[in-house]
């Protein structure tokens, strides 16, 4: 019998398209905050806090600019900001469904979510999206579990031990350089996902992610399934 392979995705920018709600949900929120954070606009933000957790950005412009504010006081006022537009801005990644339906009819894998996003609302993109029938609330992790946020590996080693594969291969699947250091930090195979970067920023960001050491790097999601699945069934062969 084959054994299961454990597959851990990233959720904003990968699972579902959130990269423009999520800047302009955060631009916004600064907006009302301060006036000193004008000048920071939705490709602004995107380009300097890609795939950072919200509190540790958060902290980084508290100190940068001595803004009177905190950290919990950005990070609600971001959140109401998605709650908000989330329905006008949040947009499906085609292939996604299909890919995740054809990986979880295989039998061959388990899958879980791990993000630096916050916990209710990596729920709430993924219900919006209608992908929750493929996780368990139990199967989708958050930085706040863990000591440090990605690129620290922390988070997918902490998912791959509460799914039951502590010490066995796993994939992630991430969109960003951080993301993916953290997934090569803890020893997994990453896919990385560019499907969600801007035509002008593609080069720069496979060059990144490619300096983050990716293991396949990819635009459309509908060859996902097909990727793991076809290396999955080279690896039986090989070992058989």
Do not use: W
Not at 13 to 26: A, D, I, K, P, W
Not at 122 to 143: C, P, T, V
């Amino acid at each position: 019998m084959t054994e299961k392979t454990l597959i851990i995705f990233d959720c904003d920018g990968t699972l579902v398209n959130t990269e423009y709600l999520s800047s302009f949900g955060y631009a916004t929120a600064l907006h009302k905050i301060s006036d000193k954070l004008k000048h920071y606009d939705a490709e602004k933000l995107e380009h300097e806090f890609k795939g950072m957790k919200i509190s540790k950005s958060a902290q980084i412009l508290i100190d940068e600019y001595k803004l009177d504010t905190s950290v919990e006081e950005i990070t609600a006022a971001y959140m109401q900001e998605i709650v908000m537009h989330r329905k006008e801005h949040q947009k499906i990644i085609p292939g996604v469904k299909e890919s995740l339906e054809k990986l979880s009819q295989d039998g061959r894998f388990e899958m879980c979510v791990a993000s630096n996003g916050e916990y209710n609302n990596i729920i709430a993109s993924l219900m919006h999206a209608d992908l929750m029938q493929y996780f368990s609330e139990e199967r989708i992790f958050n930085a706040s579990m863990v000591a440090e946020p990605k690129p620290s590996p922390l988070l997918f080693l902490h998912a791959a031990q509460k799914c039951g594969y502590e010490g066995k291969a796993c994939i992630v699947v991430e969109d960003t350089p951080l993301g993916t250091q953290a997934g090569k930090a803890a020893g997994f195979s990453v896919y990385a996902f560019t499907g969600c970067v801007m035509d002008a920023h593609k080069k720069a960001e496979e060059l990144a992610l490619k300096k983050a050491c990716a293991d396949h790097i990819f635009d459309n999601f509908m060859q996902l399934s097909g990727d793991i699945i076809q290396e999955k069934t080279k690896s039986y062969l090989m070992s058989a």
